[in-house]
């Protein structure tokens, strides 16, 4: 009864007979008004506001609804509320564009049917409003994220709040704030979606990407993604799962953007995997330029780093030989590379890996723009519960 008064109806209970409920439906229905009704009262606080109905005729039973629940803007919602609005929002087919958001991604192998799949997500920190609390400036992001497989399974699910405290926010809004994750997948295709909320307004935004995972048991070089980088932060945390950007109580951050000054060093890291073992007898660790011989058993890969404006090489790195692996319980030969770019000049290049696994004769030459300018205009800030 409660509920059809509400809502400006009636209810019929304890009875079979539905011909004649329905003649009252309709009955009641042929013949109603439309009123319209503009509040005064602009506040989105959800409360319910009362409505009265009243007519100059004494003849006439007014039926209508008692009253109505206002909107609910962001800063009166409920915590159930506003974690129903981020499961809504990764659901929902359009994208949100209040908060600008970006991603990159990289795979390491971790064995034959497992890869760990690196995820970065960078908001520009002009997008955050900050707080100031106690001589810093403080703010919350929400994230929520998903990877479907083939577009249609989820096979990994992030959930997490990420808590930003400074000693200036006018620093950070110069800066990009970025947050790293990552997922162990199999190889195949996947559909990426990450929600961004600042939970200051509420305002939120999206990224979706799709990302292939290949099998490198299929092609003749085994090789990772390269990820390109211009710091390497410490970290705390305890490496109790398998992160290969992790070594040494340092953490590389990758960049999203590709872009760098010449004040900053670029540092690179990437692995080869089950690289081809010599079967010759020869022995020998001499010569120059990475013309030395290979004993038997042993492996020898090189790589070096090269910068391109257009047809024209303009820099390159002296060849590093591998003779060993690395990580042996993954097969990997793991590079970490480091490049000063201040002999370079501000400009678009084109850096491109080069990578030759001699025993094996197979090789990849992966290649990337980059941006560099000449001044620091542009740096990462790294949030605290990075998972």
């Known amino acids: 009864y409660t509920i059809a008064a509400d809502t400006g109806g009636k209810a019929f209970l304890d009875t079979n007979d539905l011909g004649g409920v329905f003649s009252q439906v309709q009955k009641d229905s042929s013949v109603y008004y439309v009123l319209g009704f503009t509040s005064t009262n602009h506040a989105q606080d959800g409360h319910f506001r009362k409505l009265k109905v009243t007519v100059n005729r004494p003849d006439v039973k007014v039926e209508a609804r008692a009253g109505y629940y206002a909107d609910r803007d962001y800063e009166h919602m409920k915590k159930e509320d506003r974690e129903e609005q981020l499961q809504d929002e990764l659901a929902s087919e359009l994208p949100r564009t209040d908060v600008a958001v970006y991603a990159g991604t990289a795979y390491f192998r971790q064995d034959d049917s497992h890869y760990y799949l690196s995820v970065s997500l960078v908001v520009p920190g002009s997008q955050i409003p900050f707080v100031t609390e106690k001589d810093k400036d403080s703010a919350t992001i929400d994230i929520i994220g998903e990877v479907l497989e083939g577009g249609k399974a989820p ?3 992030l959930r997490d709040t990420v808590k930003l405290a400074v ?17 162990v997948l199999a190889p195949g295709n996947y559909h990426l979606k990450f929600i961004v909320r600042e939970n200051r307004s509420g305002k939120m935004g999206s990224f979706e990407t799709d990302v292939r995972i290949p099998d490198l048991r299929k092609v003749p070089l085994r090789m990772s993604s390269v990820v390109l980088s211009n710091q390497r932060v410490p970290t705390t945390q305890k490496k109790k799962t398998f992160q290969p ?5 340092t953490e590389l951050v990758p960049s999203v953007t590709h872009v760098f000054t010449q004040d900053q060093q670029l540092y690179l890291q990437y692995e080869v995997y089950d690289a081809a073992k010599s079967k010759g007898s020869e022995g020998g660790t001499g010569g120059s330029n990475g013309e030395n011989k ?3 058993g042993a492996i020898r890969v090189l790589t070096s780093i090269e910068f391109m404006q257009g047809d024209v090489k303009v820099y390159e790195t002296k060849p590093i030989v591998a003779q060993e692996t690395t990580a042996a319980d993954r097969h990997a030969v793991i590079f970490q590379m480091q490049v000063p770019l201040q002999s370079l000049r501000p400009g678009f290049y084109i850096c491109q890996i080069n990578v030759i696994d ?9 290649r990337w723009p980059i941006l ?12 605290t519960g990075n998972d």
Do not use: H, M
């Open 155 to 157: 096979v990994g699910r």
């Open 245 to 249: 950007l992790v070594s040494e109580q």
């Open 358 to 366: 001699d025993v094996g004769g197979t090789y990849s030459f992966p």
């Open 167 to 183: 000693t200036s926010g006018q620093q950070v809004r110069r800066k990009n704030v970025q947050y790293n994750t990552g997922f």
């Open 294 to 296: 290979t004993s038997k």
């Open 372 to 383: 560099i300018r000449a001044t620091s205009t542009e740096s990462t800030a790294k949030p």
